[in-house]
């Protein structure tokens, strides 16, 4: 029975062939819409961070109570003074570190310029992903810590 319905659309799209080019044409359409959409939700909601323990990471800032807004979703940044503080002072977590994003740098090749967007972070951070460990090497000094390609 089933083999005959087949046999019968199949004549049907072919004696329509701008019909079946529609058809093939919005099931392509639809698929690859459908592929899109789910690879930007891929890597943006459902897979977990690059981190170690990404369920573990919090993130850190400023709220004032006499502001009417939710505290879950608007936190305000610190300066730098304020990251220190709470570095030196933190009794709670196992590590603290600050970032901010950058407008690094424009790159040319001598034809077309290319704007960089970067992020200026703490040497704390880098012991956090897996990733860091390929491309960085920390060194401590008694000057400090060196970081280096």
């Known amino acids: 029975m089933l083999r005959q319905e087949l046999r019968y659309a199949l004549r049907v799209l072919a004696k329509q062939p701008a019909f079946t080019v529609i058809v093939i044409l919005t099931f392509a359409l639809g698929i690859g819409a459908n592929t899109a959409v789910f690879s930007v939700l891929n890597a943006v909601l459902l897979r977990p961070l690059p981190f170690h323990e990404p369920q573990n990471l ?23 003074l304020d990251y ?43 012991p956090l992903s897996p990733s860091s460990a390929a491309f960085f090497c920390l060194t401590r000094t008694n000057r400090g810590i060196t970081l280096s390609f």
């Open 84 to 126: 220190v503080d709470w570095r030196d002072q933190n009794k709670v977590f196992e590590r603290v570190a600050v970032y901010t994003n950058q407008s690094v740098s424009t790159l040319t090749d001598g034809n077309e310029a290319t704007h960089v967007q970067g992020e200026a972070v703490s040497v704390e951070l880098f």
């Open 58 to 80: 919090v993130a850190l800032g400023e709220y004032d109570v006499r502001e009417k807004t939710d505290p879950g979703t608007d936190i305000n940044s610190i300066s730098y």
